[in-house]
């Protein structure tokens, strides 16, 4: 795993602790929204986790799209299935996603290093 890899977990991980060290009960509540809705139910987590990469895509949030891709390579998505994630973000989202995407091959590629 690269050092970028390892960084946004890391910093990642700070930063939600911190922000739970809050008593601020709403943000503590939608956390706890955000876990559980990627859970299995009706559609697979993985499911989920395939659809939280689109809509981040589709967002041009280079955190949340990171933290998809993270998932998605730890419930073993494959090159393939992932090119056909990035197309389904790009039809999505238009061409102003194209930098996000750019961004989001670097970081898959990051995840196998």
């Known amino acids: 795993m690269s050092d970028t890899v ?10 939600n602790a911190l922000i739970l060290s809050r008593e601020n009960v709403n943000i503590k509540r939608f956390f706890g929204i955000d876990s559980a809705v990627y859970r299995d139910g009706a559609l697979s987590a993985r499911t989920k986790e395939l659809l939280g990469l ?3 895509i589709v967002l041009r949030c280079d955190d949340c799209i990171a933290y998809h891709a993270i998932q998605c390579q730890e419930i073993g998505l494959t090159d393939e299935e992932f090119d056909e994630v990035m197309s389904v973000g790009l039809v999505a989202g238009g061409s102003i996603t194209i930098p996000h995407i750019r961004r989001a091959y670097r970081f898959w590629r990051d995840l196998k290093d």
Do not use: D, G, M, P
């Open 6 to 15: 390892t960084e946004f977990k890391q910093e990642r991980e700070t930063l």
């Open 54 to 56: 689109v809509a981040s």
